[in-house]
């Protein structure tokens, strides 16, 4: 092998492939407890348009599709999280699409944490901010809202804990669209 030969370059990203894929990926998940220790950030749900104060007293209604439209911290405040409970909330400014979210164990998550889960009516995790939570025959269950979204979705509903991959704990911007790219460019390809 030469150093700057095709071949060279074809088995550097393979070995480098391996290496993340099945030693680097599983053992960070087994050191922070989720299967999924890595996601990436593919949609806008989380983004604030601006800072928290504008956040706070901005309308929830991000579309034209939205049924409603209500301020965010009247929203929120119908839900018992006042204006200094929300400052306190991990990633309290949101953040974006295109953005890596590092992932541990959800099994302490309460009102404020983020969490990514599985949705049996979405194919993609859904990544949102958990704005209450129930506990009813030894199971708990969250309820969710994206930041930027207009109201909670049926499917945020009583997500029973079991579907949760795990807690976001780290944010690494733009990373993600890296991600985002190649899914683009290989369904391109695939059709």
């Known amino acids: 092998w030469e150093e700057e030969s095709f071949a060279s370059w074809v088995a550097n990203v393979v070995i480098a492939f391996v290496v993340i ?21 593919v949609s806008g749900s989380m983004e604030h348009d601006s800072g928290f104060d504008d956040f706070w007293s901005g309308e ?3 579309n034209d599709a939205c049924s409603r439209s209500e301020v965010q911290g009247v929203f929120y405040e119908s839900l018992g999280v006042s204006r200094s409970d929300f400052r306190e909330f991990p990633f309290v400014n949101g953040f974006n699409k ?5 992932l ?11 969490i990514v889960y599985l949705s049996p009516i979405r194919p993609d995790p859904i990544i949102h901010r958990v704005v209450k939570t ?6 708990r269950f969250y309820f969710t809202k994206g930041d930027h979204n207009c109201d909670i979705g049926a499917f ?9 991959i795990g807690k976001a704990v780290w944010r ?3 990373l993600g669209w890296v991600k985002i790219w190649a899914v683009s ?7």
């Open 60 to 62: 929830s209604c991000c």
């Open 104 to 114: 541990a164990n959800a099994d302490n998550a309460v009102v404020g944490d983020v």
């Open 21 to 41: 894929k099945y030693l680097l990926y599983p053992g960070l998940g087994f050191v922070l407890g989720t299967p999924a220790p890595i996601v990436s950030v």
């Open 98 to 102: 295109g953005d890596i979210m590092i």
């Open 172 to 174: 690494v911007p733009l």
């Open 134 to 139: 129930l506990d009813e025959d030894d199971r």
């Open 185 to 191: 460019l290989w369904q391109l390809i695939v059709g």
């Open 156 to 164: 945020e509903e009583y997500i029973p804990e079991e579907r949760v």
